[in-house]
């Protein structure tokens, strides 16, 4: 069994910054980030392999966010920089992907969510 807690949403302006945390509880092989805007799909934003750290991006946040992970902790992190307003969206993580990590029916275990507003 697999509990995810986020942390870290808030209101920024555009071209600001936030890092978001989730602290996993259980035994985590990979852990990615979502994100659902209203009225939208939730959509891939990033995934990190414990084992070997490899790393895999959306192409709407590559080069602007970077998910990052303590082992130790068992904690991922995505530092988001360069936020514009089409980056608002309620972020979940998501741990444990049992086929293609962009596959949001991949993911069985799922925090609750933080939202992130950005401003323009």
């Known amino acids: 069994q697999v509990h995810l807690v986020e942390s870290g949403g808030g209101l920024v302006q555009a071209g600001g910054s936030l890092r978001l945390s989730c602290a996993a509880s259980?035994?985590?092989?990979?852990m990615a980030w979502f994100r659902q805007a209203p009225g939208k799909e939730r959509e891939f934003v990033a995934v990190?392999?414990?084992?070997?750290?490899?790393?895999y991006y959306a192409d709407s946040v590559k080069d602007r966010f970077t998910i990052s992970r303590d082992n130790v902790k068992n904690t991922v992190y995505l530092q988001m920089n360069s936020l514009v307003p089409e980056d608002t969206a309620v972020y979940y993580c998501?741990?444990?992907?049992?086929?293609?990590?962009?596959?949001?029916?991949?993911?069985?275990?799922w925090g609750q969510g933080t939202q992130v507003t950005v401003s323009s």
């Open positions: 998501a741990a444990n992907p049992t086929r293609r990590y962009n596959y949001k029916t991949s993911y069985y275990y």
């Open positions: 259980g035994s985590i092989n990979a």
């Open positions: 990190i392999y414990w084992s070997g750290g490899n790393t």
